[in-house]
C-alpha cells in the first residue's frame, strides 16, 4: 500500500481502517484527501483479503469538520463542478464492493456528513455532532446530503438540517435513524471493530450482492428493485460460498466463506 500524506491505512486483520490526517484542520476534506482517498479506495479494492473497510478521522476531536473551507476561496463555479463530477471519494466509496462503516469520532459537519452518509454504516461517538452547516457559508450541500440524507431520514428532518445548518448531537442522530449505533467515546473503536469483525466473517459475494440490492431501494422503483432482488439473489447461488453456507448449517459448524 502506498504512502500518503493526508491517509493513514491499517490492516487489522480483514477490516482495513482508514484515518483522514488532518487533525490540526479538524481532517476537513481537501483536494490531496480527495485524491489521496480515491487512490487508497483503488488500492483497498484490489486487495482480496480485505472484507469491510472503516473510516475515521485523526485525533480526539473529529471525524470531518467538512469541505477544506479555505479552497473554496476564489474558487469558479467550473473548477468546483469539474472536480465533483470526476471520480470523488463520496462515490468510491458508494460504489465500494464491500461493507464501509463510518466511525464517527466527533465532528462529522458538511462533507464529513456526506461522506459518512455514503457509508452503508454510520457508527457514533456520544460526543459526535452531525450537520450540514452550507447554508452558513451562502452555500448548499454538493457532496451528495440533499438526496442521501433526505432518503436515509426523510424530507422533514433532512430540510431541517440543511436549512438551519444546525449541529445535533449523537442521540439526535440515533433517533433520526442518521447512525446506527452510539457508544462512549472509549467504547468507539473496539464495539466498531467488533461489528466490522462479525461482518467479515460473511461471504463477500454475499455482502456484495446484499449491498447491491439494499441501495436499489432508494435508487428505484419497487417493481425494478423486486426484479433485480431476485437477479441478485440468484447469483448468489453460483457461488462456492452459499454451498459452504448451507453445508455449514447442516452440518451444526461454523461456515467458512472464501469470497468464491
Ligand atoms: N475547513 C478548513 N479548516 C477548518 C475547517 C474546515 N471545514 N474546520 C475547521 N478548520 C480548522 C480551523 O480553521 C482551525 O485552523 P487554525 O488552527 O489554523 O485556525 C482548526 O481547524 C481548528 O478549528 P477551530 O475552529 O479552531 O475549532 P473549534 O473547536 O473552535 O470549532 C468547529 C470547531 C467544527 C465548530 C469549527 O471549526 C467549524 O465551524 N468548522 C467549519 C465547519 C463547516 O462549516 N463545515 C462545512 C464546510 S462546507
Redesign the pocket.
Known sequence: MPNYETILIEKRGAVVVLTIN?P???N???SKVHAEGVAAFDEIRKDETVRVVVITGAGE??F?????????EGKTPFTQRNLFQERTLFNSIDTFPKPVIAMING?C????CELALACDLRIASEKA?L????I??G?I??GGATQRLTRLIGEGKAMEMILT?E?IDAPTAFNLGLVNHVFAPEELESKTLEMANKIAEKSPIALQMAKEAVRLASRSNLDEGLRREVDLFAICFSSEDKEEGVRAFLEKRKPVFKGK
Open positions: 488532518r490540526d484542520k479538524l476537513a476534506l481537501n476531536k473529529s470531518i469538520a467538512g469541505a477544506d473551507i479555505s479552497e473554496f465532528f459537519l458538511g462533507g464529513g455532532k450537520g450540514q452547516p452550507e452558513n457559508l452555500i450541500p454538493g445548518g449541529m
